[in-house]
């Protein structure tokens, strides 16, 4: 476990028990749209990649995207934590959930308490978010979370992202 909240916990990816998780948000229509299509269609090929993409950055960087579960039942919902990219000086915050249960207050909840975790556990004093340019949910969200709109940028293939700066308000 990486820390919990008041109705979450978020913890490290497992490539055997949240293979059919990672399977099933990894195919929602949003997080294809707006983050992009891994071509994950199998609990097989959700283990490979939860070994080959999150699991080697936790060994690579300390850190990764994180299992968010209900405290209450064990449901896993969604994923919440950073990315380190060659393409940004910075590690960015990712989240994103299974669609029922968006608009619940789990993203906020969880980002909030992962930004937290990455200045108080990691040391991060800065913290960057990329969307998609029309991904307006996620950009309402960075905003309530205390992130700034700093520019359009150029993902490495291409396309157009908006970039997003935190400021911190511990």
Do not use: W
Not at 61 to 90: M, N
Request: charged share 30%; proline share 3%; hydrophobic share 40%.
């Amino acid at each position: 476990m990486i820390f919990e909240t008041t109705r979450l916990i978020v913890r490290e990816l497992d490539s055997a028990s949240d293979a059919e998780f990672i399977c099933a948000l990894l195919n929602t229509p949003k997080f294809i749209k707006y983050i992009g299509d891994r071509g994950v269609r199998t609990a097989d090929e959700a283990a490979v990649f939860i070994e080959a993409r999150y699991r080697q950055s936790y060994r690579d960087h300390g850190f990764g995207l994180y299992a968010v579960e209900l405290k209450e039942t064990g449901a896993q919902i969604g994923l919440c934590g950073f990315v380190r990219r060659d393409s940004l000086p910075s590690a960015d915050i990712g989240f994103a959930f299974l669609p029922e249960y968006e608009g619940t207050g789990y993203g906020r909840e969880s980002a909030e308490a992962m930004l937290a975790f990455g200045h108080e556990s990691l040391g991060l004093d800065r913290v960057l978010a990329i969307t998609s340019l029309d991904n307006d949910a996620s950009g309402r969200l960075l905003e309530k979370l205390g992130f700034k709109f700093d520019s359009e940028i150029d993902s490495p293939d291409g396309e157009k992202l908006k970039l997003f700066e935190y400021e911190p308000h511990f």
